[in-house]
């Protein structure tokens, strides 16, 4: 299990939850400084990254279910699989309310809220028996026969019917404005988990991941009012803003898969940069993507987001 390293956020005061954090693994002991500034008030918050417990499901079950949404998924049965294998994967916690009462009952009466993040995996082959998995199985296989090319779809459901190769799926998620720089530590002590299981022969060694993102496009009209106020070189600049990755490092793993698909979550109460849109407001439509990687590009991809990132 991971000893939890404390790193330092500055958060809004008001809405703590929603904002800056870090966490650690037992290979990596720095200690990081992140300043963001929402609004004009601060306060100092330390995090941690740490193994999963039984006082983590709420907080857990509430992070699947801004990823799924309205999907057909079993996350009370998922989020139990993911505290089973708590030597693999981590949360983000605020360090301070774990010294004292990580089983306090008004923690359990706030619906675990005091978990920021989860990143882990979940092997979609050898766990296949499993009621959420079998369902996770059959979304991805519904999913590609609407939205994804004929090769997407073949290669998926070759997989997915392949024992001798397995797939998983690699969920990182966190808190709407919690920083990219907290990927870094909580993915190195994923991968060296993910090593370190399979080493004891556990079932981690796997084909292929599948990371499900979350981002926003730019509405057409948004686009166009947009463009017809800017000229043809401010719009060349601008065309990565027409894109915003709620995860930002998960670009990086965009430009490494082996094939992607996205499809259209409006509607589904999804989180993020939702709200009323003002009439002069560039409104953002919120979007899945499904890519799938090799499992063995994980530490490739790590070093490329730390170099994104400046770490």
């Known amino acids: 299990m991971s000893a939890p390293m404390k790193k330092r956020a500055v958060a809004d ?14 290979d990596n002991s720095s200690t990081e400084n992140i300043e963001e500034y929402v609004g004009h008030q601060e306060i100092q918050v330390d995090f941690e990254g740490r193994n999963p417990v039984d006082s983590d ?26 505290i089973g294998q708590n030597y693999v994967g981590s949360v983000v916690k ?8 990580s089983d306090d009952e008004d923690c359990d ?23 959420s998995v079998q369902q996770l199985r059959s979304l991805l296989v519904e999913l590609c026969g609407e939205y994804a090319t004929d090769h997407v ?36 002590s994923l991968s060296k988990e993910i090593s370190r299981a399979c080493q ?10 599948i990371l499900i993102c979350k981002l926003y496009k730019m509405d057409a009209s948004s686009q166009g009012r947009r463009n017809r106020n800017r000229n043809k070189q401010q719009q060349q600049l601008d065309i ?38 003002q009439e002069d407001d560039v409104e953002m439509t919120p979007y899945r993507k499904v890519l799938l990687f090799q499992a063995d590009k994980l530490p490739s991809v790590i070093t490329r987001i730390k170099t994104f990132l400046g770490q």
């Not at 005061?13 to 037992?26: C, F, G, L, R």
């Not at 605020?94 to 009462?101: K, M, R, T, V």
């Not at 670009?251 to 709200?275: I, N, P, Q, Y």
């Open 13 to 26: 005061k008001n809405n703590a939850v929603e904002s800056n954090s870090e966490s650690e693994s037992d």
């Open 57 to 82: 499901f709420h907080g857990i079950k509430q992070l699947l279910q801004q990823l799924f949404l309205k999907a057909h998924v079993n996350l009370s049965e998922l989020t139990d699989l993911i």
């Open 94 to 101: 605020q360090s301070d309310l774990d010294e004292e009462g």
């Open 109 to 131: 009466d706030n619906g675990g809220n005091d978990v920021f993040g989860i990143t882990t995996v979940v092997n979609l082959t050898d766990k296949q028996n499993m009621e």
């Open 153 to 188: 779809n073949t290669l998926v459901r070759s997989l997915l019917g392949d024992d001798t190769r397995p797939v998983g799926l690699l969920i990182n998620e966190r808190f709407v404005n919690i920083p990219a720089q907290i990927s870094v530590p909580l993915l190195e």
């Open 200 to 209: 004891k022969k556990m079932p981690f060694d796997l084909t292929y991941l």
């Open 240 to 277: 990565n803003e027409e894109v915003v990755w709620l995860n930002p490092e998960e670009a990086l793993f965009d430009e490494v898969a082996d094939c992607k698909f996205e499809f259209c979550v409006k509607g589904e109460s999804d989180t993020g940069l939702g709200g009323q849109w």
